[in-house]
């Protein structure tokens, strides 16, 4: 009962530590009520380097002389050789090196019990050199664990309230205060060039589009995205049921009309009737449009079959989302376009809008090589905004692409940085806050 109070009363001692000499004084003078030692040093341990802070009883250690020297060295070498499931060390002079053994002799106690302050998180952060005459027995090395345990996470929590408590005092500090506020305004002031950033494709630069030639219903579209045409191509097919019908129907109604005409031209002859001579007018004015009504049906049939306009490729996004489905007159079906006649179109948010001209510098990063950059002219700056597919306000911006790469498709889209004016670095940070400050308020 008596070594749980005092391993409790050691741990409460430890944890009420204001700064690492009291911790240090504690640990080096306090364990020993718990274990018994000849002589104890804390020391930590950080990014592979040892320090000594404290020696026990009211001696003062030396952090260069030989003795702390020599203690940090084989601490080292110890730390490198053990194994994380050992906490507690024992060393002798029989477990060095024959150049070691004469200075261990000279310097240190016959053994030497190595306690490892752990973290869960950082691992070793410390420990304490404890000096005796003999190895501690198993019942000792657990005691010693379980009050190390203890003093790894007070060390831990010191260790972080002290980093805390310096940066805290480096603020508070006038001086600090003024070199911070002299920075800060010369940050403010930094002279930097404003940049615009937007959303940019790779886009045909001279497409042909391919419309839907009537209303009716889109049967097969009969290439695939990307595919190759050549000029006169069938590409797609509409419903031709309803012309045909219409074809079939328009023949008909001329060939009643001309047999009219003959009958009653018949009868004029016969009867020399100047009513009749009337009628044979109205019909042939009736066949001349019935001739009209055949011939536009016939040209609606031909374009049953859509052909293609030029040379390239088809450019769309998924023949099964439009097939069977109806379609109006103009209806865009896809674009064949030259693939290596390109140009990138940037779309510009309203609110990111910079004084720019065609000869601001501009680039581009695509999102399939975003290692590599691209460079632009820009060739054509929208006035008016106008809303994307996603609703979004933009000004359609075109450049040409000076690096063309055969590799570059249509379609591809990435990022494009365009340069305007100088300013200062304060003014670029606040301008879109300010901005979204302005709508706020309704300035």
Same mark, same amino acid.
Request: hydrophobic letters at 40%.
């Given at each position: 009962?008596?070594?749980?109070?005092?391993?409790?009363?050691?741990?409460?001692?430890?944890?009420?530590?204001?700064?690492?000499?009291?911790?240090?004084?504690?640990?080096?003078?306090?364990?020993?009520?718990?274990?018994?030692?000849?002589?104890?040093?804390?020391?930590?341990?950080?990014?592979?380097?040892?320090?000594?802070?404290?020696?026990?009883?009211?001696?003062?250690?030396?952090?260069?002389?030989?003795?702390?020297?020599?203690?940090?060295?084989?601490?080292?070498?110890?730390?490198?050789?053990?194994?994380?499931?050992?906490?507690?060390?024992?060393?002798?002079?029989?477990?060095?090196?024959?150049?070691?053994?004469?200075?261990?002799?000279?310097?240190?106690?016959?053994?030497?019990?190595?306690?490892?302050?752990?973290?869960?998180?950082?691992?070793?952060?410390?420990?304490?050199?404890?000096?005796?005459?003999?190895?501690?027995?198993?019942?000792?090395?657990?005691?010693?664990?379980?009050?190390?345990?203890?003093?790894?996470?007070?060390?831990?929590?010191?260790?972080?309230?002290?980093?805390?408590?310096?940066?805290?005092?480096?603020?508070?500090?006038?001086?600090?205060?003024?070199?911070?506020?002299?920075?800060?305004?010369?940050?403010?002031?930094?002279?930097?060039?404003?940049?615009?950033?937007?959303?940019?494709?790779?886009?045909?630069?001279?497409?042909?589009?391919?419309?839907?030639?009537?209303?009716?219903?889109?049967?097969? #579209?009969?290439? +695939? &995205?990307?595919?190759?045409?050549?000029?006169?191509?069938? =590409? *797609?097919?509409?419903? /031709? %049921?309803?012309?045909?019908?219409?074809?079939?129907?328009?023949?008909?109604?001329?060939?009643?009309?001309?047999?009219?005409?003959?009958?009653?031209?018949?009868?004029?002859?016969?009867?020399?009737?100047?009513?009749?001579?009337?009628?044979?007018?109205?019909?042939?004015?009736?066949?001349?449009?019935?001739?009209?009504?055949?011939?536009?049906?016939?040209?609606?049939?031909?374009?049953?079959?859509?052909?293609?306009?030029?040379?390239?490729?088809?450019?769309?996004?998924?023949?099964?989302? #439009?097939?069977? +489905? &109806?379609?109006?007159?103009?209806?865009?079906?896809?674009? =064949? *376009?030259?693939?290596? /006649? %390109?140009?990138?179109?940037?779309?510009?948010?309203?609110?990111?809008?910079?004084?720019?001209?065609?000869?601001?510098?501009?680039?581009?990063?695509?999102?399939?090589?975003?290692?590599?950059?691209?460079?632009?002219?820009?060739?054509?700056?929208?006035?008016?905004?106008?809303?994307?597919?996603?609703?979004?306000?933009?000004?359609?911006?075109?450049?040409?692409?000076?690096?063309?790469?055969?590799?570059?498709?249509?379609?591809?889209?990435?990022?494009?940085?365009?340069?305007?004016?100088?300013?200062?670095?304060?003014?670029?940070?606040?301008?879109?806050?300010?901005?979204?400050?302005?709508?706020?308020?309704?300035?």
């Amino acid at each position: 009962m008596d070594k749980l109070l005092t391993l409790l009363d050691l741990q409460k001692q430890a944890q009420k530590a204001q700064n690492l000499t009291e911790f240090s004084f504690a640990v080096v003078n306090n364990t020993q009520k718990l274990i018994p030692y000849k002589q104890a040093v804390f020391w930590t341990y950080h990014d592979g380097g040892v320090m000594c802070h404290g020696l026990s009883g009211n001696a003062v250690l030396d952090p260069n002389g030989p003795y702390a020297t020599a203690l940090k060295r084989f601490i080292k070498t110890t730390l490198i050789k053990h194994s994380p499931n050992e906490p507690i060390l024992s060393l002798t002079n029989k477990d060095l090196p024959e150049n070691d053994k004469e200075e261990w002799q000279n310097l240190f106690s016959k053994t030497v019990n190595l306690a490892l302050f752990t973290t869960e998180h950082s691992g070793i952060i410390g420990g304490l050199w404890l000096e005796t005459d003999k190895a501690y027995s198993q019942a000792e090395k657990d005691v010693l664990t379980e009050l190390c345990e203890s003093y790894a996470y007070s060390l831990s929590a010191l260790t972080r309230s002290q980093h805390t408590h310096n940066i805290r005092n480096w603020f508070k500090a006038k001086k600090n205060r003024r070199v911070i506020a002299i920075v800060a305004i010369a940050v403010f002031f930094f002279p930097t060039q404003l940049t615009i950033t937007a959303p940019a494709e790779i886009v045909a630069a001279s497409p042909k589009v391919i419309s839907v030639p009537y209303d009716g219903i889109l049967e097969k #579209i009969t290439v +695939k &995205p990307g595919e190759s045409v050549k000029q006169g191509d069938i =590409i *797609a097919l509409m419903d /031709d %049921t309803t012309i045909e019908a219409q074809v079939e129907q328009a023949a008909q109604a001329l060939k009643t009309a001309q047999v009219s005409l003959s009958k009653t031209g018949i009868e004029s002859l016969r009867d020399q009737d100047s009513q009749k001579k009337a009628d044979l007018q109205l019909l042939r004015a009736e066949i001349a449009t019935k001739r009209v009504e055949l011939e536009y049906a016939k040209t609606l049939f031909d374009k049953t079959s859509i052909k293609a306009l030029a040379d390239g490729v088809a450019i769309f996004a998924d023949r099964n989302s #439009i097939e069977g +489905k &109806p379609m109006k007159t103009g209806e865009k079906l896809m674009l =064949i *376009a030259n693939p290596n /006649d %390109t140009e990138l179109l940037i779309r510009i948010p309203i609110d990111s809008l910079l004084p720019i001209s065609e000869k601001s510098k501009t680039s581009f990063y695509l999102n399939v090589t975003p290692l590599s950059s691209y460079r632009a002219t820009i060739k054509s700056i929208g006035y008016q905004a106008s809303p994307d597919p996603d609703g979004l306000l933009t000004y359609k911006m075109r450049a040409d692409i000076k690096q063309k790469d055969k590799d570059l498709r249509i379609g591809w889209k990435g990022t494009a940085k365009i340069k305007s004016n100088w300013s200062i670095l304060g003014y670029a940070v606040l301008r879109k806050p300010l901005i979204a400050l302005r709508n706020l308020l309704g300035l």
